[in-house]
T-cell receptor, first 111, second 114 residues
Framework: DAKTTQPPSMDCAEGRAANLPCNHSTISGNEYVYWYRQIHSQGPQYIIHGLKNNETNEMASLIITEDRKSSTLILPHATLRDTAVYYCIVRGNNAGNMLTFGGGTRLMVKP | EAGVAQSPRYKIIEKRQSVAFWCNPISGHATLYWYQQILGQGPKLLIQ????????DSQLPKDRFSAERLKGVDSTLKIQPAKLEDSAVYLCASSYTGTGGTQYFGPGTRLTVL
């Protein structure tokens, strides 16, 4: 079972920041927070992951609360091509730890 | 670098027929995964290989699904016989550092069973 809770859908205006929340209140100390997205008719695409500290890469920023019970994925300047389903996943980094996808958040970027 | 390759991209068959999907992972990736994604749902792991050995196949319906990765590189997933409820997208993914590594997905094969 997925260990995360995400809103089923969100809208964002093109050029604005998209902030996608995720609750993971039962996360364990050795579990990472991963974000993937899936654009229509494509396979899931890795975005970013983190353990405790905030992370940033060329695609997005990941903000994890101090208690690690929730996180926010930030797309700083959303474009129409960012319209996709965004999945927040918690998993360990040891052998046997798999990705368990929930329903995700369907982000619609509007002009 | 080249991504995960899958073929075919689309397949339509009738129920009770058999079908096979092929996956070639990213070069050097030891771990390979097959997922099933039913319309409107997130992907569900079917089987996970480390090199040519099975790590986890607990979610694979073994009465009709089989998978192999004989040389530890490319892999095939077979369904025999297919049922209507097998209509889905079948995704292959691979990772470098074993099952703890970031997974990279292929484009998937969309299967329609009539």
């Amino acid at each position: 079972d997925a260990k995360t809770t995400q809103p089923p859908s969100m809208d964002c205006a093109e050029g604005r920041a998209a902030n996608l929340p995720c609750n993971h209140s039962t996360i364990s100390g050795n579990e990472y927070v991963y974000w993937y997205r899936q654009i229509h008719s494509q396979g899931p695409q890795y975005i970013i992951h983190g353990l405790k500290n905030n992370e940033t890469n060329e695609m997005a920023s990941l903000i994890i609360t101090e208690d690690r019970k929730s996180s926010t994925l930030i797309l700083p300047h959303a474009t129409l091509r960012d319209t996709a389903v965004y999945y927040c996943i918690v998993r360990g980094n040891n052998a046997g730890n798999m990705l368990t996808f929930g329903g995700g958040t369907r982000l619609m970027v509007k002009p | 670098e080249a991504g995960v390759a899958q073929s075919p991209r689309y397949k339509i068959i009738e129920k009770r027929q058999s079908v096979a999907f092929w996956c070639n992972p990213i070069s050097g990736h030891a771990t390979l995964y097959w997922y099933q994604q039913i319309l409107g749902q997130g992907p569900k792991l079917l089987i996970q290989f480390q090199n040519n050995g099975v790590v986890d196949d607990s979610q694979l319906p073994k009465d009709r699904f089989s998978a192999e990765r004989l040389k530890g590189v490319d892999s095939t997933l077979k369904i025999q016989p297919a049922k209507l409820e097998d209509s889905a997208v079948y995704l292959c993914a691979s990772s470098y550092t074993g099952t703890g590594g970031t997974q990279y997905f292929g484009p998937g094969t969309r299967l329609t069973v009539l």
